[in-house]
């Protein structure tokens, strides 16, 4: 069966080489213009698994991601990965003082921002839906900031390599479906995600969960928050934890949460691949 996955498109993001990586070139690849898109048609049906960037290593936390994941409890992470993200310059400007300015999707723009400052100076900065989407916007004055690979595909020149901040930046993407797509449970180990909602706004709820984790010597890898967007000052935590949900003791502490929080979400259990490991 060959599958259908969506991802943030147009052909060339990040998320395309996060799903070749992943599945390889034999599945049926359809670009979305948005994040949120990608999971709706990964909810609806549409398509049998998505490909999502999750957490970046220097500006943290795709929230479009996580938002939209909540919304949708239908959708388990199956697969993780981590993909070297190299940003490059690209436009058929010769120049850096020809430049006026230089469109991406604001995830790049902000891993760029050291260099952009060095090198551009004041030049405007220009969001887009994603980095491959930002090459429409090159003109004789304009450009994008997208991988090597975008700029092949799309019969770009490269002006600069490697203009991101941090020489070892890298983007986790999960891979996320409806359906098992493959009959094995997730191996021994590897993490877990899970979202929860708490029943009140008070001293010590919080604490009620977390000490759950602490009695059972669970390592959270991380925990942030996420307004609930329906009322100011009342959030949604996001935690990654050390285990799988179906081994012990994961298995009992989460059945423990469940039982004090309003709602609670396990994303998914998985294993960090590394991209070519
Ligand atoms: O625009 C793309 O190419 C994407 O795949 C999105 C995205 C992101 O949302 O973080 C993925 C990796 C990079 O961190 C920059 C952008």
């Known amino acids: 069966m060959i599958l259908r996955v969506a991802f943030l498109g147009p052909s060339g993001t990040y998320a395309e080489e996060a799903t070749l990586a992943l599945l390889g070139s034999k599945c049926e690849r359809l670009a979305h ?90 030049v405007e900065r220009i969001p887009t839906a994603s980095t491959s989407e930002a090459l429409r916007h090159i003109g004789a004055h304009t450009a994008a900031i997208a991988s090597e690979r975008a700029a092949r595909l799309h019969g770009l020149s490269v002006i600069f390599r490697a203009i991101n901040d941090h020489p070892d930046n890298c983007t986790r993407f999960w891979l996320v479906s409806e359906k098992p797509l493959t009959e094995t449970l997730p191996p021994p180990g590897g993490c877990t995600s899970i979202a929860f909602a708490l029943r009140r706004n008070q001293p010590g709820v919080l604490h009620e969960v977390l000490s759950i984790f602490a009695r059972y010597s669970i390592n959270l890898a991380k925990i942030e928050s996420r307004p609930t967007k329906k009322v100011l000052g009342e959030y949604l935590f996001f935690a990654d934890l050390e285990g799988g949900a179906e081994a012990e003791p ?11 929080v309003a709602e609670l979400n396990i994303l998914g259990s998985y294993v960090i691949e590394q991209c070519g490991g």
């Open 33 to 122: 213009p948005s994040i949120q898109g990608t999971l709706r048609a990964a909810a609806a049906g549409e398509v049998d698994c998505a490909v999502v960037p999750v957490e970046n290593a220097v500006e943290g936390t795709v929230s479009a991601t996580l938002d939209t994941l909540w919304l949708y409890p239908q959708l388990r992470v199956r697969r993780a990965l981590v993909l070297p993200v190299r940003h490059c310059l690209i436009g058929p400007v010769q120049h850096p003082a020809d430049i006026q300015a230089v469109y991406s999707h604001p995830q790049a723009l902000a891993q760029c921002q050291g260099w952009l400052e060095e090198h551009l100076g004041a």
């Open 250 to 260: 994961v298995n009992t502490a989460l059945r423990q949460v469940a039982a004090v």
